[in-house]
């Protein structure tokens, strides 16, 4: 009976163990998730400025452009 | 290198993460990004097993046969997949046409290289059939056996068996459809049976197998059907499958779209499986072991479920085939072909909003919780964190019944396509598919698909930004319930049995605790009372659970939740009497059976991740290959309007829905879902191929109708703008209406820079601005092209046009960057390196050649009019280039009611088109339209005008007298006409030299009017003003400031002027540019500051321009002979012009034209000018032939017909022009000062001594 006990606090210390285990990899996984989050935010985030950036850049490239135009006659600005 | 981090340092890291701000300017109208996608599976389908010893070994050993059941499902599902995706090979090799082909052999060495590994997956495909069937049928004889039968069976395990049914079903409808399988093989088969490849028995007869496998129709179900038949009481463990998947539909345990249709098909097909020879459904019905009725209802209400991809199946087929229905048909009600209501998503729908708008209010309270709590200190209470998990779970319940309902609909409607005579918009010749989906919604229900796709795709972003929340909750919540339930809740039925002495049930509820439970120690306490059978102590006996943040794992939840089911389970048939659950007490029971209920959902929850997606899955919206495979391979692919996903994108872009507008890149989304399952569950390169190859196709489409449409809305909204509200109201009485455009949602659709589609990310807004940076040059193009095709009054049209294309240029600004206004309008001008633009050119044109020699002014309604008949040839005009309603006002309508105003402005021009071409030719443009004008101007008085006055001049009599008052108006007139015969019949009179008069008059007054609708106050327009207004911060004029007491004006002013230094033009070129430069600044500086303070005038500078073209012999003739003036003699041009106003005063015959009708007071004007620039306006005034007709006949007021000319209406002729010349000289000498001031007269006096008397000459 005794030996019984000892086996079953055994088990029972191991399945602890397992739940303690189970939980640092929830731990690390739910880490993870919120980098994947904080990634893909950061993804956006840059895509979104980023555009915002390239349209600005491209409006003065056409501004260049076309004040180039407007004062050279034929020839262009070296 | 790596410097070792502690694992609270990285979770705090990681915790921090969520504090940086991460701006994103656009609104989220799409689904959630993905561009990475993390979902961890722990799932370990029973591999551990064997570690949990505290179980009972009766459902580890279950769990063993669950495991393999599981990967033979899997199997089963990738044999499906295969068979699903199979595309003919065949059809593609080249044929043998005879045997003498001489690569005959090269072909079939081919062929069997190419079908080899094809082949190969299809007799795996033969085997793993067998396998599965002969497994299915091992477990059902296990399960049936005498012995066994009184056991206890788990409901996981019925399930999985279920399952199984439910793949055989799946494998053999795949098998018999997809004929290009078999063509395969047999084309195989012939090739390798030439080149002699299966030259064993074994492989003659794998061969031969394989055939019959795949030639004959329901070839598994058959095999299965036979087997089980020799399994005594195989209907008892079907049945039990059957009545699970009813309980589970009764109870809604289920949650994703797949797991509900699964249920379906294992009823249908088991029923399917139990009728037959040796058994009856209908009896065992009748025995109540299944209930055929509930059955029934189910079926009527779900009529078509989901085989695979798009191919359905109508349930009532099952029933129709099993042998035993013929007899009992009655008993069915769902057979009969009646639409079900949850076929009717308009009615739906309303139910379905109600339920977004509730759940979305509810989740907005927690995510706004979870973002103001995020510091929060202390975590989650218990309730909190069921509270979220409850709110998780009916989430995904929500989604999985939206998502149920547009499958269930998409699946309905694949199996009832229409045809011509339900919709007459579908042809007679429609193909299948086609009907299937592209003629099958109407309106509604298309809107109907969006809505509810654009409710589940929002609502999955919302609940996945909240996932890592939900995600703890769950864990926590699961973990507490758990642990709650294992170390207290099963204490009293512990208790209960300990002392009732019930080992059986007492072992069984031990092992539940030992496989789960977290002991706050790591150790049960020993001295539990409920251990002993005792009651607690009066002071309560206190146990404290701990609190994690981790659920079960896969294993220990299916234990703990089978080992539970054994004790609470009441079913079976007839032969298990005796369950466990009788000897329970109903207490205990009732605790139970809440715990096992609930923690159903436990393994959705804590692959909450999964589950969402799964929930959310649409991609079967776009799979065809059931459908390409009927077309017999007509069709390698369907065209986009036949694809459901475009089908409701383009719904919304064609009907320009507002509410739906914002919607439209959820349709969009479809396809992400379809290539995410090709890539992860097909497998197939080419499927994924196929939806990249659309998506290319649809977006391009997109991004052209949508920006189109932009462009369209805001012009049209434009053009309503600057539409006359009178004419508008006008139009109204009239019962004509011109809309407003109905307001639309583009603004949100416009911000996207972030379009997440197949993995690549579209900046939309910069799509849509390259578009309609085009439509707007384009439109641009088309008023001024539409300008050069038409005359000179044109040009109000087409200043209405820039000014309707400025605002929606302003409009637009506000959402997409364009190119400057004026830039563009240069652009389309071409002026933006040219001087001169197309307007410019065009207008000087038109002047040259219709203007100048086609119209007559009329100084009274200073308008020109065109002459009655042309002078000059008709001109030809370069075509309107091609256009579109969008490209002019936007609209039909409003192309229609600017038709009909500006129509008023083509016949004449007046000062509307004199202020158009001011303000659209601008200082430049006129500057060169007059150089030019006083070029002809130039070329015609020097050159024909010259001529013919040279011409005309010896016609005149050398001398003309006044006569004498006496003679009487009527003698005094045939004087003149007997004197000037020569002029009056002169043939070109009244042609040429008339028309090169006009032409000159016409010019000049161009230049009149145009310098009047430059500065003149009376029209509205500014010009000049305007420009001051804006050059006077860089020319140092700064206004007047607002003093403060004891502050120097002087001293401010100085201040102000120092701040503005380097705005100032002047200085900054004498600094910074060539002497050439500065000096041009310098003058433009002079001119702007003191044009208006001196009046300075374009028109005298004009003036005095002609003078100089002036100045031929011709003109003045030979000096006076008295030295003082001529008088009689008929040689200088007055002389000659009122010789000409002799010709065009006398009255004209009934149906001639009048001077004026032909060249207007154009002609009047060129000889007034003329006559005053050459400085002979007062002997004209003095002297002129006509005008002393007229005094002659204001004294006598004689009345008489001379030569055909009536006097008396010569005489009112006259008086007309006499008044006209006295305006025009008033004009013209206020242009050229020399009436303004007083002394000039005095100036040019010439003093002569008074004429003397020849007889006191003498006498002197």
Known sequence: ?78 | MATSVTLEDALSNVDLLEDIALPDQQPCIEPPPASIVYQANFDTNFEDRTAFVTGIAKFMEEATVHAKLNEMLEEGDEYAVMLYTWRSCSRAIPSIKSNEQPNRVEIYEKTVEVLEPEVTKLVNFMYFQKRAVDWFCEEIKRLCHQERRRDFVSEAHLLTLGKFINMFAVLDALKNMKSSVKNDYAQYRRAAGFLKKMADPQSIQESQNLSMVLANHDKITNTLKEKLETIPGYEEILADVINICLTYLDTRMYVTPEEKHVLFKVMGFGLYLMDGSQSNIYKLDSKKRISLSKIDKYFKQLQVVTLFGDMQIPLYSYITKSPHYEENKSRWTCTATNNSPSYNILEQLQPIREEHTKYISELARHSNEVVTTAQKDSPRTDEENKELCDLALRGVQLLSSWTVQLMELYSWKLVHPTDNFSNKDCPKEAEEYERATRYNYDTDEKFAFVEVIAMIKGLQLLMSRMESVFNEAIRRNIYADLQDFVQIVLREPLRQTVKKKKTLIKSILTSIRDTCVDWMRGMEPTDDPCLKGEKDPKSGYQIHVPRRNVGPSSTQLYMVRTMLESLIADRGGPSSKKTLRKEMDGMALTSLDAFHKQSFFYTHLLNFSETLQKCCDLSQLWFREFYLELTMGQRIQFPIEMSMPWILTDHILETKEPSMMEYVLYPLDLYNDSAHYALTKFRKQFLYDEVEAEVNLCFDQFVYKLSDQIFTYYKAQAASIMLDKRFRAECAQHGIQIPYPPANRYETLLKQRHVQILGRSVDLNRLITQRISTAMQKSLDVAIGRFESGDLTGIVELECLTEVNRLTHKLLSEHVSLMDFEAMFREANHNVSAPYGRITLHVFWELNYDFLPNYCYNNSTNRFVRAVFPLSQEVNRERAPPNTPQDVYGTKVLNNAYGHIYNLYTGFVGSPHFRAISHLLGYQGIAVVMEELLKIIKSLIQGSIRQYVKTLMDSMPKICKLPRFDYGSPAVLEYYYAQLQDIINYPELKTEVFQSFREVGNAVLFCLLCEQSLVSTKTPSQEEVRDLLHAAPFQNIIPRQYVKEGEKPEAKMKKLEQKYQALQVTSVIEKLGTPQQAAIAREGDLLTKERLCCGLSMFEIILTRIKTFLEDQIWHGPPPANGVMNIDECTEFHRLWSAMQIVYCMPVGENEFTVEQCFGDSLNWAGCLMTILLGQQRRFEALDFAYHILKINKADLKDDVIKGVNLRRMCDRIRKFQILNTQIFATVNKYLKSGDADSLPVEHVRCFQPPIHQSLASSC
């Open chain 1, 1 to 78: 009976m005794a030996g019984g006990r000892d086996t079953g606090s055994a088990v029972q210390r191991q399945i602890q163990q397992d739940w303690a285990n189970r939980e640092y990899i929830e731990v690390i996984t739910a880490s993870i998730k919120k980098i994947t989050d904080f990634l893909n935010a950061f993804d956006m985030s840059c895509r979104s400025r980023l555009a915002m950036l390239n349209e600005k850049l491209t409006s003065l490239e056409r501004r260049i452009e076309y004040i180039e135009a407007r004062v050279t006659k034929g020839e262009t600005l070296t």
